[in-house]
């Protein structure tokens, strides 16, 4: 990022505000980049953001718009470069604001204005994740601060996450209409990672407003601190955090092979039987069989559910 940034402004000059300030410009990671918590095969959700409109102060001068739209542009591609190793992230960029149809880079303002009155509420729970990964500090730290009380609840008001699952059961249902060929799908399933991620940043919502402590990125780190809280009993603690280290030691190994994005095991015994194989000793013990995995997936996903 800075040296795309140097390469720009040797051509262009500084992006200045009006008080003669640098203009700061924040990458901002999403998702499970945001959370740290990545898998084998993981797209990078990124967005762009910028501090505020003006121009550069070269001789060949651009607005803000059009150098951090440079920027932004000549970084995903830097990113998502293929090499004789293969393509180095997958960049997506569809959780910026508007979605595909908005700027790649959008200003701080723009930002709180889209935030504050046209988000969708899934939007604003995907917040959750966000953290500076790159740039500057203060654009990414002054859109999220601002945005903090529409993501928590200083009540205990449930609309928000009424909301939240009625939006949730219809991307269910639009999942099972185009169900790819496969198994179980450990990341969309009945009691899989999605739901796991889903009920913790519920949690954090409805109480994360009187409680500043529950607000982190990471899944098994707020489930630590939603059982601190009380939020969670012991066992239905240990519940979930079971499930979702066995799932996501799954996950991974579904992805080694050819660095596939699947989430879904595989319906050929044999492959099944390699995955098995694969996962740690910790999870299935001494027996590595396709029903030696099988049969704590579905208690996972049962004890989820419940």
């Not at 967005?47 to 607005?63: I, K």
């Not at 991620?197 to 982190?216: K, T």
Request: charged residues 30%; neutral net charge; contains cysteine.
């Amino acid at each position: 990022c800075r040296s795309v940034r140097a390469e720009l402004e040797q051509k262009f000059g500084v992006p200045r505000l009006t008080d003669g300030g640098v203009c700061g410009f924040s990458v901002l990671a999403l998702g499970k980049l945001g959370g740290r918590e990545l898998n084998y095969s993981s797209d990078i959700d990124l967005m762009f953001v910028y501090s505020a409109a003006g121009e550069t102060d070269g001789a060949q001068r651009l607005t803000h718009r059009e150098f951090f739209q440079k920027l932004s542009n000549r970084l995903t591609e830097l990113l998502a470069t293929y090499t004789p190793q293969g393509m180095i992230y997958r960049v997506d960029l569809r959780l910026r604001p508007e979605g595909q149809l908005g700027e790649v880079s959008i200003s701080l303002d723009a930002a709180k204005e889209y935030y504050g009155k046209r988000a969708r509420d899934w939007e604003l729970q995907m917040l959750i994740k966000a953290r500076c990964a790159a740039g500057d500090a203060e654009p990414a730290r002054a859109l999220l601060e601002w945005v903090q009380p529409m993501i928590y609840s200083t009540t205990l008001d449930f609309s928000a996450v009424e909301s939240m699952s009625e939006s949730r059961e219809r991307i269910s249902d639009k999942l099972a209409a185009r169900k790819r060929p496969g198994g179980t799908d450990v990341k969309l399933a009945r009691g899989g990672i999605r739901d796991i991620e889903f009920l913790v940043q519920c949690l954090q919502r409805v109480h994360g407003g009187r409680a500043v402590w529950l607000r982190n990125s990471g899944t098994l780190l707020a489930l630590n601190r939603l059982r601190d809280k009380d939020l969670l009993s012991d066992s239905e603690y240990s519940r979930l955090v079971n499930a979702y280290q066995f799932l996501r030691h799954l996950e991974h190994r579904l992805q080694f092979a050819e660095d596939r994005q699947t989430h879904a095991l595989p319906e050929k015994l044999e492959e099944l039987d390699l995955v098995a194989r694969r996962m740690p000793a910790a999870q299935l013990g001494e027996e590595t069989t396709p029903e030696s995995l099988l049969r704590p997936l579905n208690e996972h996903l049962e004890h989820v559910q419940e």
